[in-house]
T-cell receptor, first 113, second 116 residues
Framework: GNSVTQMEGPVTLSEEAFLTINCTYTATGYPSLFWYVQYPGEGLQLLLKATKADDKGSNKGFEATYRKETTSFHLEKGSVQVSDSAVYFCALPGNSGNTPLVFGKGTRLSVIA | GAVVSQHPSRVICKSGTSVKIECRSLDFQATTMFWYRQFPKQSLMLMATSNEGSKATYEQGVEKDKFLINHASLTLSTLTVTSAHPEDSSFYIC????????????FGSGTQLSVL
């Protein structure tokens, strides 16, 4: 079935540093790909998504490009802020009819001032 | 925006007791809700799909008699961990699909269950 492999953290960066969180996937066909974020004490929320190959999802300064050649969907941000400290999850639909999502293990990001 | 409320956020219980976790969609009707479980440093694993007015659909390996799911209304699904044991200690999180918003998924804040 569909699966996703995400780099493990934790990742600690200084403010304004460049961020990359790697995500690769295994899937049948070309499903939509997602990045979710969980801020401390809050539920998971959708950060960005891409629905087809070569699409770039972007939100809040974060970007991820759907690359079918490398089956990757790496999350990047040029200049992180303290407020970006959170856990980030890469995800894609599962194989069942209701298509709930399959998540990576999550990467905890801590940004220090 | 839409909100999914999950309660309690943290519970500690004795082995053998039952624990009920509630998941509510606050401003939309959710005919389908999902229950996930997350072990430390592991991914979220789907446990079951909760359908309003019908029996839940459990993933392979999930004991339906141990993890009772009730979805009696369009805004509430409950997960009851019956006769909890230490190995049931985990982080449980629910999500609900809002059909009016392109089937977007919204997540609760999760419940950390610790069984002593």
């Amino acid at each position: 079935g569909n699966s996703v492999t995400q780099m493990e953290g934790p990742v600690t960066l200084s403010e304004e540093a460049f961020l990359t969180i790697n995500c690769t996937y295994t899937a049948t066909g070309y499903p939509s790909l997602f990045w979710y974020v969980q801020y401390p004490g809050e539920g998971l929320q959708l950060l960005l998504k891409a629905t087809k190959a070569d699409d770039k999802g972007s939100n809040k300064g974060f970007e991820a490009t759907y690359r079918k050649e490398t089956t990757s969907f790496h999350l990047e941000k040029g200049s992180v802020q303290v407020s970006d400290s959170a856990v980030y999850f890469c995800a894609l639909p599962g194989n069942s009819g209701n298509t709930p999502l399959v998540f990576g293990k999550g990467t905890r990001l801590s940004v220090i001032a | 925006g839409a909100v999914v409320s999950q309660h309690p956020s943290r519970v500690i219980c004795k082995s053998g007791t039952s624990v009920k976790i509630e998941c509510r969609s606050l401003d939309f009707q959710a005919t389908t809700m999902f229950w996930y479980r997350q072990f430390p440093k592991q991914s979220l694993m789907l446990m079951a799909t909760s359908n309003e007015g019908s029996k839940a659909t459990y993933e392979q390996g999930v004991e339906k008699d141990k993890f009772l799911i009730n979805h009696a209304s369009l805004t509430l699904s409950t997960l009851t961990v019956t006769s909890a044991h230490p190995e049931d200690s985990s982080f449980y999180i629910c999500s609900a699909r809002d059909l009016q918003r392109g089937e977007k998924l919204f997540f609760g804040s999760g419940t950390q269950l610790s069984v002593l």
